[in-house]
């Protein structure tokens, strides 16, 4: 499907550092060595409540990685998927009595214009769960030929003993596995199941449900974790760079993705890295649809709030960190904003060379975005102190922070 227009992305002089970033499965930094076309795959919205801070927060870190590759002259391809069939989605469907498909298309669209007002890059393959069920029954066929899934009841579920590197993303044991699997989406109690944290890959039709043709599955809908390992494979396959997305998505989604994936083909890994971005909270709990606690970005844009503030107020926050939404956040940022456009808008100031590369240099050591703020700040309080004569400067500095942070002066 569509996905929204992509700001420009101004040219810098000179070349970016490769990227070092943390890998949730080797636990460690790793510098990535994509080749000139570095390819992530970023799990999309489950379409209702769209656009949360959460959600920026973890869209920003992302688009962070594409801007780093592309100033190291790369090209990018980026896949985003859009869960618009998921049992979360036909229960909020239900809640407000609205026709599932309807609510999807609402929420995707209104997720559209908050990436676009926060300058996010889009993907180049936006992909609907429903849209890619062609491609996914194929992929459950061959797993139960293959022994690695196993049906009850119609059902059919994954085995994860058919892959020997399963658990090596989130590296957590049996215990805390099948708790997160309990919370998240998965059915540990249901009888019959080979192993509790075994996970859905097709759920035969329900009464009332929307279901499709599954071919010799049978008529129903496709499970949570094969949906994203079907796009991923069929538009970057196996061993592309970055799996991302949020803490939350870890185990069991981004854990059975892998083992799904390197079922599906006997190669290894599905993904060089797996990032993930921390969660943001609101009065003291992780935002969430199911607590309702949540900040909305088309909010605070009706409300007048500058988008390039909301995009400053998520970059004052390492990405990996935990964090909580305050009004001072956005107040900081708006402050913060305020100061470097006027110092953008000078006709001259300090050298901005040696600042490029500092933010290139905090950028690529983990994307720390608060250390390139903090170099940016330093650099408008000296033109602000002791002025300065070069005159392309002021220039120079709003396109790096364009270009490096997505965020226009
Ligand atoms: N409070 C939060 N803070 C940071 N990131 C969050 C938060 N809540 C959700 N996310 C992230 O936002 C992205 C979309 O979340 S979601 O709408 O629930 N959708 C899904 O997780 C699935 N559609 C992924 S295939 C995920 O990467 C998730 O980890
Ligand atoms: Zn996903």
Redesign the pocket.
């Known amino acids: 499907m569509y996905a929204w227009p992509a700001s420009e992305v101004p040219a810098l002089p000179g070349t970016g550092r490769d990227l070092r970033i943390h890998d949730t499965a080797t636990g460690g930094p790793l510098t990535l060595a994509p080749g000139p076309v570095a390819r992530i795959y970023v799990?999309?919205?489950?379409p209702y409540d769209a656009t949360h801070l959460?959600?920026a927060?973890?869209y920003n870190a992302f688009d962070l990685v594409q801007r780093v590759w592309l100033d190291t002259k790369r090209q990018v391809h980026y896949v985003q998927?859009v869960?618009d069939i998921d049992d979360p989605l036909l229960e909020r469907a239900i809640r407000d009595g609205e026709d599932w498909t309807r609510l999807a298309e609402r929420e995707t669209a209104l997720f559209r214009e908050d990436m676009t007002a926060l300058r996010m890059l889009p993907p180049q393959h936006y992909i609907g769960a429903v849209e890619s069920i062609p491609g996914i029954v194929p992929l459950v066929e061959r797993l139960r030929d293959a022994g690695a899934a196993y049906e009850i009841d119609g059902d059919f579920y994954f085995s994860v003993e058919a892959d020997p590197h399963f658990g090596e993303v989130s590296h957590l044991d049996a215990e805390a596995m099948r708790l997160l699997s309990a919370e998240r989406g998965g059915d540990p109690d249901r009888p019959g199941k080979k192993n509790p944290v075994d996970p859905m890959l097709w759920m035969a039709a329900r009464e009332g449900e929307p279901s499709w043709d599954g071919g010799s599955l049978g008529p129903g809908r496709p499970g949570?974790h094969i949906e994203?390992v079907a796009i991923a494979l069929d538009h970057l396959g196996m061993g592309f760079d970055v799996q991302g997305?949020?803490s939350?998505?870890v185990f069991p989604?981004h854990e059975m993705g892998a083992s799904h994936a390197q079922a599906l083909t006997g190669e290894h890994p599905f993904a060089q890295a797996y990032v993930h971005?921390?969660?943001?909270?609101l009065n003291g709990e992780?935002?969430?649809k199911s607590k309702g606690n949540l900040v909305f970005v088309s909010t605070l844009r009706r409300e007048g709030v500058d988008p390039a503030a909301i995009r400053l107020a998520l970059l004052s926050h390492h990405y990996r960190a935990d964090w909580e939404w305050t009004d001072q956040v956005l107040q900081e940022a708006a402050a913060r904003l305020a100061r470097w456009r006027a110092a953008v808008s000078r006709p001259d100031g300090p050298s901005a060379d040696a600042l490029v590369e500092e933010i290139r240099t905090a950028l690529s050591d983990d994307l720390d975005a608060p250390q390139a703020l903090l170099a940016i700040d330093r650099w408008a309080e000296r033109q602000h102190t002791d002025g300065g004569t070069d005159e392309g400067a002021p220039g120079l500095v709003s396109r790096a922070v364009d270009a490096l942070l997505g965020v226009a002066l």
């Open positions: 799990c999309g919205i489950t959460g959600h927060a973890t998927n869960t949570w994203c997305g949020g939350d998505l989604h971005a921390g969660m943001v909270a992780k935002m969430s």
